[in-house]
């Protein structure tokens, strides 16, 4: 078993943030080692690699996986996860492109571990570049209400977002990959939700990770139009996926959640507000029959 850990970081032509994002795991204060998923970017991505790995780096192995094909963030994870597991690491940490580590990230999530017998996952303190909270993205605790604890050192929590989440490899081995079939949209929060169930997981608030994205505005098939409104039809069926599996408080939370945010698009949505409650009660009602098959190493 190689006991150092795997950084699998999924990108999808974002070259100069993907080049930001393995810089920072390189500058890690505990040697890491990293592994490229690329969902076929049809940018610089694959020149971007090559030129990364003739430069010489003491601490790091720079592996790279062109899927060939876009298989959305949750087939990258997956294929990602499976490659590392494979090559024997100890650790498997799962970030996205646009997720910049601080130096420490890693070694204070590696200090929580050590202070637990066993745990399912370690998950990083998320904020935006100017050093506001991202609360989107925070480790949660709780699957009906969004409650986290940033004052804390670290604590219990149920959720995460591939957003700097780090799994020992004897969970991944116990209960599987993430579900490629999610595509996109709340596969880090089933793959967590998966592993909580069994064992015990813990926010990190001393590993900070920043998230560079544009917008600061949760995700909303309200707010949002155009042709990306299509997209929604991923988020809506997975998450009847995840909650049904909570029994009756799951299946009645998420119906009525549904229901409201019909409703708002009916009130508040200048543009296609039938089609949005057309693609939420569509995806909803698939949701219920929704069978994906989870891929074991």
Same mark, same amino acid.
């Given at each position: 078993?190689?006991?150092?850990?795997?950084?699998?970081?999924?990108?999808?032509?974002?070259?100069?943030?993907?080049?930001?994002?393995?810089?920072?795991?390189?500058?890690?204060?505990?040697?890491?080692?990293?592994?490229?998923?690329?969902?076929?970017?049809?940018?610089?991505?694959?020149?971007?690699?090559?030129?990364?790995?003739?430069?010489?780096?003491?601490?790091?192995?720079?592996?790279?996986?062109?899927?060939?094909?876009?298989?959305?963030?949750?087939?990258?994870?997956?294929?990602?996860?499976?490659?590392?597991?494979?090559?024997?690491?100890?650790?498997?940490?799962?970030?996205?492109?646009?997720?910049?580590?601080?130096?420490?990230?890693?070694?204070?999530?590696?200090?929580?571990?050590?202070?637990?017998?066993?745990?399912?996952?370690?998950?990083? @303190?998320?904020?935006?570049?100017? *050093?506001? %909270?991202?609360? /989107?993205?925070?480790?949660? +605790?709780? $699957?009906? #209400?969004?409650?986290?604890?940033?004052?804390?050192?670290?604590?219990?929590?149920?959720?995460?977002?591939?957003?700097?989440?780090?799994?020992?490899?004897?969970?991944?081995?116990?209960?599987?990959?993430?579900?490629?079939?999610?595509?996109?949209?709340?596969?880090?929060?089933?793959?967590?939700?998966?592993?909580?169930?069994?064992?015990?997981?813990?926010?990190?608030?001393?590993?900070?990770?920043?998230?560079?994205?544009?917008?600061?505005?949760?995700?909303?098939?309200?707010?949002?139009?155009?042709?990306?409104?299509?997209?929604?039809?991923?988020?809506?069926?997975?998450?009847?996926?995840?909650? @049904?599996?909570?029994?009756?408080? *799951?299946? %009645?939370?998420? /119906?009525?959640?549904?229901? +409201?945010? $019909?409703? #708002?698009?009916?009130?508040?949505?200048?543009?296609?507000?039938?089609?949005?409650?057309?693609?939420?009660?569509?995806?909803?009602?698939?949701?219920?029959?929704?069978?994906?098959?989870?891929?074991?190493?």
């Amino acid at each position: 078993m190689n006991d150092t850990v795997a950084v699998v970081i999924v990108t999808y032509n974002r070259e100069a943030m993907l080049k930001e994002c393995i810089e920072a795991v390189r500058s890690q204060t505990m040697a890491c080692d990293i592994l490229v998923i690329d969902n076929a970017s049809t940018d610089g991505t694959g020149a971007l690699i090559e030129e990364l790995q003739r430069e010489e780096h003491p601490s790091s192995c720079l592996r790279y996986h062109n899927t060939g094909a876009n298989l959305g963030g949750a087939g990258g994870f997956c294929v990602g996860m499976k490659q590392a597991y494979e090559l024997g690491y100890r650790y498997i940490w799962l970030m996205d492109d646009d997720c910049i580590a601080t130096p420490t990230a890693l070694e204070e999530l590696l200090k929580v571990g050590a202070q637990h017998d066993s745990f399912g996952f370690l998950a990083s @303190r998320i904020i935006y570049d100017d *050093g506001a %909270l991202c609360e /989107i993205n925070m480790p949660r +605790a709780g $699957m009906f #209400r969004k409650r986290y604890y940033p004052d804390r050192k670290s604590y219990r929590c149920d959720l995460a977002c591939f957003t700097s989440v780090l799994f020992p490899r004897s969970v991944v081995a116990e209960l599987g990959l993430p579900i490629r079939d999610f595509f996109i949209w709340s596969d880090d929060w089933e793959y967590t939700r998966r592993i909580s169930r069994r064992h015990a997981c813990y926010a990190c608030m001393d590993s900070i990770a920043v998230h560079k994205t544009p917008s600061r505005q949760s995700t909303s098939i309200v707010t949002d139009n155009g042709e990306r409104i299509d997209r929604y039809r991923y988020i809506y069926r997975n998450d009847v996926y995840i909650y @049904r599996r909570e029994g009756l408080p *799951g299946i %009645l939370y998420v /119906i009525l959640r549904d229901l +409201a945010h $019909m409703a #708002r698009c009916l009130l508040f949505s200048r543009h296609d507000s039938l089609k949005k409650c057309g693609i939420i009660l569509r995806s909803t009602m698939r949701g219920f029959g929704f069978k994906p098959r989870v891929e074991r190493v």
